[in-house]
């Protein structure tokens, strides 16, 4: 019997209180995400390359999982509260029906029990193929391939994720119900009373509302123009101005619902009573609302910025090249790519190759001097009679350091470009092309030197008029960093001889068999192929080899932590975010149940009472999702400023395309929750018109 009535309670708990139950749910499953981590694909091949840096970012992972921790305690103590207190009136019938008090206590013990396992149940399912399914994602997008993968099942993922959930929602259980089960039988059966706060004066919300959105525009011009991260002390003045400014913004707000509230019209039916409740909630938990909305904003701005980088990823690597090899001996330039075509050959690897092709760079050796050796006066004035901008400014910078650029053959240049799938690039005698290296530029710049070069403006190369010509090219000499140019210039293969005289440096590039990437996948076959190259001992042969693993690791690395680490902070702060909000309504809303009474008897209709309630949970929930929406696009942007590296920078407008798709996604999993929040409300009121018999 005692049994049968726990698992009775249990279960209308879990029906009654489907969002609290669902982000319990979501909450064990990025629990054990985000310790499984190290059993991911991705993160175990790039132990390999990146060992270090994933062992730092292992390291922060506890880190993580005890501040998350902390979290989900407040969310459960919050919520468990809004579920004993509406039980309250059921707890006075047991106690006095008899039942002791130590076994009140128990019986609340046993539901949360099987609750807690009942959400395990079906959380930690769900993980495992979560897991299995990111980790094979994850593993294809970046070219592993999935011929390798093993199913894995992280125990110690599992363990940690039962005792840290079961921990918490014990602590909570334990501070709730020894309080619930402490109170008088005559306490539990009285309604407890609406609290009502003193009103102030409307001047000083507006002075608070003012205060407030100049502290936030403050806090995100601070961490735009990247002030905020050059200190931590400036860093924690502009989280300090932003959290307080969005509380006193909230604060304030409660004069324009006075405004709209005192301006409404009355002949819509509770207009004025949705209103007069929307302030009075504002009025008891703008400070709630405030937190809550900060919460959201934190999720927007991790999902966007993580999901954003993530997403572009593959777009910065442009990947053509696999190998770039170099010899440091004094061979002469022509000999080097027969020398490496003949060690390939003679230890089998030639069928691994598609392709081999040099790549001269080299500088200018007809003169001994440095200043002055190479003018484009023509290019700079032009630049400088165009409108005032930072675009302008980066560029009349760059440029300020070009007196002696490296030369690139053009015949090889073209090879590149072929093989990329591009317009060959076309030059006369006296004709060159501008090189410069994608992390140098942008698209705004690139587009600014276009136009000029398209006038083809006239230059000086070592007192000889060349002329500059098309679009400045910016394929990747090579595979990863042994050489990138901020400016070069392209020249015929007879005019980069001439100004080298003969002597530059040359670059072997090479392609692996797309039939081998087509059966292993790209970052499997360098792997392999690397081991054969390691054993070659090429130094002996003076010759060093760089492969795209080395930059692709440094790149994949950067993109996973962000968006592993961002994407599970924000599903967290979204479940802690919009439950306090959905379940500080329902709290409102029972507490005023007496008003909704009174409207029943003065005629209201149920329909009539669920519109009202609905109006009122878009205004209580709508405010903090639009507040935490439009700081959304200003936060995502002061993100990029402060984690992108100078390289990837360059990708900050594809990735605020990205992340502003996924922060629209995350707008419509706000509306899901607010729908789910209106049919609980729904569900309330209507125990108001048809009452029911409490056990």
């Given at each position: 019997m005692f049994s049968d009535l726990i698992l009775r309670n249990s279960r209308r708990s879990r029906k009654e209180n489907g969002l609290f139950f669902s982000s319990l749910v979501v909450s064990i499953v990025a629990f054990y995400i985000i310790l499984s981590i190290s059993n991911q694909d991705v993160m175990i091949f790039l132990k390999k390359m990146e060992s270090d840096a994933v062992n730092k970012l292992m390291l922060l992972i506890p880190v993580f999982y005890v501040m998350t921790l902390v979290i989900l305690l407040f969310l459960i103590y919050f919520a468990s509260n809004y579920q004993l207190q509406r039980r309250r009136h059921e707890f006075g019938v047991y106690l006095m029906m008899g039942m002791r008090r130590s076994k009140l206590f128990s019986m609340l013990l046993a539901e949360d029990f099987v609750s807690s396992v009942f959400a395990l149940a079906i959380g930690l399912p769900v993980a495992v193929l979560l897991s299995e399914i990111i980790?094979?994602?994850?593993?294809?997008?970046?070219?592993?391939?999935i011929i390798g993968h093993k199913f894995t099942l992280s125990l110690p993922a599992v363990l940690f994720t039962v005792i840290g959930f079961l921990t918490i929602k014990l602590l909570a259980f334990l501070i709730l119900s020894?309080?619930?089960?402490?109170?008088?039988?005559?306490?539990?059966?009285?309604?407890?009373?609406?609290?009502?706060?003193?009103?102030?004066?409307?001047?000083?919300?507006?002075?608070?509302?003012?205060?407030?959105?100049?502290?936030?525009?403050?806090?995100?011009?601070?961490?735009?123009?990247?002030?905020?991260?050059q200190?931590?002390?400036?860093?924690?003045?502009?989280?300090?101005?932003?959290?307080?400014?969005?509380?006193?913004?909230?604060?304030?707000?409660?004069?324009?619902?006075?405004?709209?509230?005192?301006?409404?019209?009355?002949?819509?039916?509770?207009?004025?009573?949705?209103?007069?409740?929307?302030?009075?909630?504002?009025?008891?938990?703008?400070?709630?609302?405030?937190?809550?909305?900060?919460?959201?904003?934190?999720?927007?701005?991790?999902?966007?910025?993580?999901?954003?980088?993530?997403?572009?990823?593959?777009?910065?690597?442009?990947?053509?090249?696999?190998?770039?090899?170099?010899?440091?001996?004094?061979?002469?330039?022509?000999?080097?790519?027969?020398?490496?075509q003949k060690v390939i050959k003679e230890n089998g690897l030639e069928n691994h190759f598609s392709q081999l092709l040099s790549m001269g760079?080299?500088?200018?050796?007809?003169?001994?001097?440095?200043?002055?050796?190479?003018?484009?006066?023509?290019?700079?004035?032009?630049?400088?009679?165009?409108?005032?901008?930072?675009?302008?400014?980066?560029?009349?910078?760059?440029?300020?350091?070009?007196d002696r650029p490296y030369l690139i053959r053009l015949s090889d240049y073209n090879k590149l470009l072929e093989l990329a799938g591009r317009q060959k690039v076309e030059l006369r005698e006296n004709e060159a092309a501008v090189y410069m290296d994608p992390q140098y530029t942008n698209g705004e710049q690139t587009a600014l030197l276009n136009k000029i070069l398209?006038?083809?403006?006239?230059?000086?190369?070592?007192?000889?008029?060349?002329?500059?010509?098309?679009?400045?090219?910016?394929?990747?000499l090579v595979t990863d960093r042994s050489i990138t140019l901020s400016f070069a210039l392209i020249l015929p293969d007879e005019q980069f001889s001439y100004y080298t005289q003969d002597k530059y440096s040359v670059y072997?590039?090479?392609?692996?068999?797309?039939?081998?990437?087509?059966?292993?996948?790209?970052?499997?076959?360098?792997?392999?192929?690397?081991?054969?190259?390691?054993?070659?001992?090429?130094?002996?042969?003076?010759?060093?080899?760089?492969?795209?693993?080395q930059n692709m690791g440094r790149q994949l690395f950067f993109s996973v932590a962000a968006s592993y680490i961002t994407s599970y902070l924000a599903i967290i702060f979204l479940v802690v975010s919009n439950t306090i909000l959905g379940v500080q309504f329902l709290m409102s809303q029972r507490r005023t149940g007496r008003r909704y009474r009174t409207l029943v008897r003065?005629?209201?209709?149920?329909?009539?009472?669920?519109?009202?309630?609905?109006?009122?949970?878009?205004?209580?929930?709508?405010?903090?999702?639009?507040?935490?929406?439009?700081?959304?696009?200003?936060?995502?942007?002061?993100?990029?400023?402060?984690i992108l590296s100078v390289e990837i920078r360059n990708m900050q407008g594809k990735m605020l395309v990205v992340s502003g798709a996924t922060i629209l996604l995350l707008l419509v999993v706000e509306y899901i929750y607010m729908t789910v929040v209106k049919r609980s409300s729904d569900k309330y009121l209507l125990t108001l018109i048809e009452p029911q018999r409490e056990e």
């Open positions: 980790s094979l994602t994850t593993a294809k997008m970046v070219g592993m391939g020894g309080t619930i089960s402490r109170q008088e039988i005559g306490t539990l059966l009285s309604d407890t009373p609406d609290s009502i706060k003193k009103q102030k004066p409307a001047f000083v919300y507006g002075i608070a509302g003012v205060c407030g959105i100049v502290m936030l525009v403050t806090a995100y011009a601070m961490a735009i123009c990247g002030l905020a991260w200190e931590d002390k400036l860093m924690l003045i502009t989280m300090l101005l932003g959290m307080i400014g969005t509380i006193l913004l909230f604060y304030g707000m409660r004069v324009l619902i006075a405004a709209v509230v005192k301006n409404s019209k009355g002949n819509k039916k509770l207009h004025v009573f949705n209103f007069r409740q929307i302030q009075e909630n504002v009025i008891r938990q703008s400070t709630s609302i405030a937190i809550s909305s900060l919460l959201i904003l934190a999720a927007l701005c991790f999902f966007g910025a993580g999901i954003g980088i993530s997403g572009t990823s593959s777009l910065k690597r442009d990947h053509v090249l696999d190998y770039t090899f170099r010899d440091y001996s004094d061979i002469a330039p022509h000999e080097v790519l027969p020398k490496i760079i080299g500088q200018i050796r007809t003169t001994d001097e440095y200043e002055d050796v190479f003018t484009m006066d023509t290019v700079i004035d032009t630049i400088e009679q165009q409108p005032k901008s930072q675009t302008k400014e980066i560029i009349l910078d760059n440029l300020s350091y070009t398209a006038d083809h403006p006239q230059a000086s190369l070592d007192g000889s008029t060349i002329y500059l010509t098309g679009e400045v090219q910016s394929t990747k072997i590039n090479g392609v692996l068999n797309k039939e081998t990437v087509g059966k292993i996948g790209l970052m499997n076959a360098i792997s392999a192929m690397n081991v054969h190259l390691d054993a070659l001992n090429l130094s002996e042969l003076h010759l060093e080899y760089e492969s795209f693993l003065l005629g209201a209709s149920y329909e009539t009472l669920c519109r009202s309630a609905r109006k009122q949970i878009n205004w209580f929930m709508g405010l903090p999702v639009f507040v935490a929406a439009v700081g959304s696009l200003f936060g995502v942007k002061a993100l990029y400023a402060g």
